[in-house]
């Protein structure tokens, strides 16, 4: 067993490891198997001092709910942090417009967006159902770029909604989801959340724009999860040869190994607390721990920047 390093929230007496597991990756694996994968990538991130989980309803419409609380639901409460997500509710009978925009494995339950008070306290309570955890630390507003008329709808009713389950007590922390930095902004500048999932707006490939986001965020003490390193696979796609390349270059001057610089991009930032991955394949566990203690030279990321592959 070893441990992570840990960053406190601003305002809360929450500590979170500087990498963190979220559940998405397991989306697209069904069956007993899948079930026997997610529960090896939980255990061996444990294993490994990961102590912040991230799920959603949406993620294989419950099934990676089902299973990250399948491997977390014997440890000590007080040993981890978990988040959930509200604003897409699962309907077990198809009724409404259902949004999969993203995950093919459905589970049979369609989901449904829904940011009426009554819909995002719903969405939380059947979260906690369906991971067998009766409390999450964290509940972030989910979908807002996947729902119709979702951030209007989530501005208007869907974060009052969640803040009222911050003063009622039944969470802790409340933030957004958001990827990308408009949207973002449009929460930070009404609402007073704890926390801003940046969802692939603030990794190394991506985060342009980013810079007045994390400022405000600084200046607010919000903490920010900076989610997607890997932008959900994209980053090893074809589209993004180019930019590898000449990542790859100063990497290999430095004696910089890649995945060490993807992984470790966003904690350079003061109010970011966590970077949260995913994967599928338990080998992977090692392999993204591992890149985070990599040492990385500070003229590296002067390099990059005097390559303009660092915006800030
Ligand atoms: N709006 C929101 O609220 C929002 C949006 C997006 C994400 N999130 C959260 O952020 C989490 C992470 O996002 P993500 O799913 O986009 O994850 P990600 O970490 O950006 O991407 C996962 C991809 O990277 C690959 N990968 C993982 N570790 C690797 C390694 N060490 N070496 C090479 N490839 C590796 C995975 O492949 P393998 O599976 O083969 O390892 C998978 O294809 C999600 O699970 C979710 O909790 C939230």
Redesign the pocket.
Same mark, same amino acid.
């Not at 989610?227 to 696979?233: E, K, N, R, T, V």
């Not at 949260?276 to 394949?281: A, F, G």
């Given at each position: 067993m070893t441990s992570l390093s840990k960053r406190k929230h601003p305002r809360h007496d929450a500590w979170f490891t500087e990498l963190s597991l979220?559940? /998405?990756?397991w989306s697209g694996l069904g069956g007993a198997e899948g079930d026997q994968i997610a529960a090896k990538v939980v255990e061996d991130a444990w294993d490994a001092g990961v102590r912040y989980f991230?799920? /959603?309803p949406y993620y294989g419409s419950g099934l990676c709910e089902r299973r990250l609380g399948t491997g977390l639901v014997w440890k000590a409460p007080s040993d981890f942090l978990l988040s959930t997500?509200v604003g897409i509710n699962l309907d077990p009978f198809g009724r409404g417009a259902s949004v999969n925009r993203h995950y093919r494995h459905h589970a049979g339950f369609a989901p449904i967006c829904d940011y009426s008070e009554s819909g995002i306290r719903q969405s939380f309570e059947t979260s906690l159902h369906r991971m067998g955890i009766p409390s999450a630390d964290i509940a972030?507003m989910?979908g807002l770029s996947i729902c119709d008329g979702g951030i209007e709808a989530a501005l208007e009713t869907g974060m009052p909604a969640l803040l009222r389950l911050r003063e009622a007590g039944h969470v802790r922390m409340v933030g957004v989801?958001a990827?990308t930095p408009a949207i973002a902004m449009a929460f930070l500048e009404r609402y007073d959340i704890d926390l801003l999932?940046f969802?692939?707006g603030f990794s190394l490939m991506d985060h342009k724009g980013a810079e007045a986001v994390i400022a405000a965020c600084s200046n607010r003490d919000i903490g920010v999860i900076a989610?997607?390193?890997?932008?959900?696979?994209r980053y090893f796609l074809d589209e993004n040869t180019a930019f590898r390349g000449r990542l790859q270059s100063l990497c290999t001057a430095f004696g910089v190994p890649e995945?060490a610089a993807v992984i470790q991009f966003a904690l350079r930032y003061p109010p970011v607390l966590s970077v949260?991955?995913?994967?599928?394949?338990p080998a992977?566990v090692a392999?993204?721990v591992a /890149?985070l203690h990599e040492h990385i030279p500070v003229g590296f990321w002067d390099a990059l920047r005097d390559d303009k592959l660092l915006g800030f």
């Open positions: 979220g559940a /998405a990756s991230d799920t /959603a997500k972030y989910h989801g990827n999932l969802a692939g989610a997607s390193p890997f932008a959900s696979g995945n949260l991955w995913s994967t599928k394949n992977n392999r993204t /890149a």
